[in-house]
């Protein structure tokens, strides 16, 4: 039986690179639902390539633009439209595999939708984790749903630990969380104030969306790693430690009781964890390139430099602050970055909105209880961000 296969996010980089696992291995796995926010244009041409049995955009307007030219090209996909319909069908019931590959906190319910369906969720979207924490995993639980990482550092850790990761969790001292350093590691932290977006963007060893680029060269991408890490692998806050290996060839690593490290290597391509995920246990061709050992780059490792990277930490302090810090950080850092990215705030003020977020906002005991308590932590931390970035622009 092929897997049928709901990509949320199709249109984006780990949504476009699922799709071209999937082109590779037609006899197993079937798209039956393709989603997107913008790029109606290559909804479009995916749809005419891959005939999906649904496909969904944000409103009713753009849904009906793309019905009718499917209809025009003879195509019989059905275009729903809004958020409820993503939750939908990542909870459809032939759907087998769902790719969260939405950037940001949308993702969430859908997420969610998918974990209590008893979904293989295949997990690109990690603030939809970092807001969800014990709340998600517990949905997780409580569905049945298989959870496997895609982002490359926790996938490392999960095909380092074959078994059920949890089941580790006694013979493991920590786990180390490799970080390229993006494209400002080596520079005078006293410049990092002009640095425009698209030089943000410009990173040395992946091509991601604009988004996740941003956070690779503040770090705020590793600090919600941490927090990722600490929900997939349940691992306490000490047991996580980041290294800047700027080649990114180690993936991450697990430091065991017995001092042995496991670790797990290849070229930065994401199709490797992706089809990982697809496959999971099978090992399917990726797509990517063999690491060629007797040309490769010096491997090298170093320490984060806090004048560079002040956000980092932010993932420890969030971890030990109250429940819910972990979703005020994340909602900080999507309004700081949106805020970034259209030229509002400079960027080392990513930082300084982050930061006056988390310590402004105190999440109300049993704020994480709920989806609804969850979404309206976020909404009030996005409140807050938003005004210090009104400040600061002024
Ligand atoms: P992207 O910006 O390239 O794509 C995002 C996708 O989500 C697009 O299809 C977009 O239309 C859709 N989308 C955006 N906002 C939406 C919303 N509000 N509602 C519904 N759909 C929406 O992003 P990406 O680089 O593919 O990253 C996706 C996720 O995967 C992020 O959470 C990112 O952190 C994670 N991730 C990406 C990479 C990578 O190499 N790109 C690696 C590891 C993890
Ligand atoms: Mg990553």
């Not at 197993?28 to 999906?52: G, H, K």
Request: with cysteine; net charge negative; hydrophobic share 50%.
């Amino acid at each position: 039986m092929r897997r049928r296969v709901c990509i949320l996010g199709a249109t984006g980089s780990i949504g476009t690179s699922t799709l071209g696992v999937i082109a590779r291995h037609p006899e197993r796995f079937e798209v039956f639902a393709l989603t997107a926010q913008q790029r109606v244009d290559l909804l479009f041409e995916q749809c005419l390539a891959w005939r999906p049995r649904f496909a969904v955009l944000p409103t009713d307007a753009a849904a009906a633009g793309l019905r009718g030219r499917l209809r025009d090209a003879g195509v019989a996909t059905e275009v729903l439209s809004g958020a409820g319909a993503l939750c939908e069908l990542a909870a459809h019931p032939e759907v087998d595999t769902v790719m969260a590959a939405i950037v940001g906190a949308a993702g969430l319910a859908p997420c969610l939708a998918a974990a209590r369906a008893g979904k293989r969720l295949l997990l690109a979207n990690k603030e939809a984790l970092v807001l969800g924490g014990a709340f998600f995993v517990e949905a997780v639980r409580a569905g049945g749903a298989q959870l496997l990482p895609i982002d490359s550092e926790h996938s490392a850790i999960f095909q380092c630990l074959p078994e059920d990761p949890r089941v580790w969790r006694e013979r493991i001292d920590h786990i180390v969380l490799t970080a390229s350093g993006g494209p400002f590691r080596t520079r005078d932290p006293e410049t990092l104030a002009d640095v425009t977006p698209d030089q943000a963007c410009a990173h040395p060893n992946w091509v991601m969306g604009r988004k996740i680029s941003v956070d690779s060269a503040t770090m705020m991408n590793k600090a919600l790693e941490v927090i990722e890490a600490r929900w997939l692998f349940d691992l306490a806050p000490e047991q996580i430690k980041v290294v800047i290996h700027p080649q990114s060839i180690v993936h991450s690593m697990v430091v065991c009781r017995d001092c042995s490290v496991l670790a797990q290597l290849g070229t930065p391509d994401m199709s490797v964890p992706i089809a990982y995920g697809l496959a999971f246990p099978e090992r399917v061709e990726s797509g990517a390139a063999a690491l060629d050992f007797m040309n490769l780059a010096p491997l090298t490792f170093e320490a984060a430099d806090e004048r560079i990277f002040p956000g980092l930490a932010l993932a420890w302090q969030a971890l030990r602050g109250p429940d819910g810090s972990s979703a005020v950080l994340n909602a900080a850092n999507e309004v700081a970055v949106a805020a970034f990215l259209a030229g509002t705030i400079r960027f080392d003020e990513i930082h300084t909105v982050n930061m006056r977020t988390i310590e402004a906002v105190l999440p109300a005991s049993g704020a994480t209880a709920s989806l609804e308590g969850i979404l309206g932590l976020d909404a009030q931390a996005r409140r807050r961000a938003a005004a210090f970035v009104d400040a600061l622009a002024r």
